[in-house]
């Protein structure tokens, strides 16, 4: 089993960034891929951001390339999503996800862990 916590969302303006936190305990971190979703009101979940293992391999959703970064420390059992020159549709609530392989997915159901989600608003 892998637990995972959220965190770091919070309510800021158009332009602003945010960076989230994801912290895992329980089985072996360091050879997981890891995953941001989020889904907001009314909207199916979406794919965010993966990123492989080691750090090496990353993948963004076309929405958010150029403004979010993924980056992650295995020694701290911790990936993180930097967020800059956030936008009002980017309000969601965001989830980490961990996936039982090294290489990273855009595809939700291929995770099997997930984290409770935190919200970030994007005011204009």
């Known amino acids: 089993q892998v637990q995972l916590v959220d965190s770091g969302g919070g309510l800021v303006q158009a332009g602003d960034s945010l960076r989230l936190s994801c912290a895992a305990s329980?089985?072996?971190?360091?050879?997981?891929?890891m995953g941001w979703f989020r889904q907001a009101p009314g909207k199916e979940r979406e794919f965010v951001a993966a990123?492989?293992?080691?750090?090496?391999?990353?993948r963004y959703a076309d929405s958010v390339k150029g403004r979010f970064t993924i980056s992650r420390d295995n020694a701290k059992n911790s990936v993180y999503l930097q967020m800059n020159s956030l936008k009002p549709e980017d309000t969601a609530v965001y989830y980490c996800?961990?996936?039982?392989?090294?290489?990273?997915?855009?595809?939700?159901?291929?995770?099997?862990?997930w984290g409770q989600g935190t919200q970030v608003t994007v005011s204009s």
């Open positions: 996800a961990a996936r039982d392989g090294s290489t990273t997915s855009d595809l939700g159901r291929q995770y099997d862990w």
């Open positions: 329980g089985r072996s971190f360091s050879n997981k891929a």
């Open positions: 990123i492989n293992w080691s750090g090496a391999i990353t």
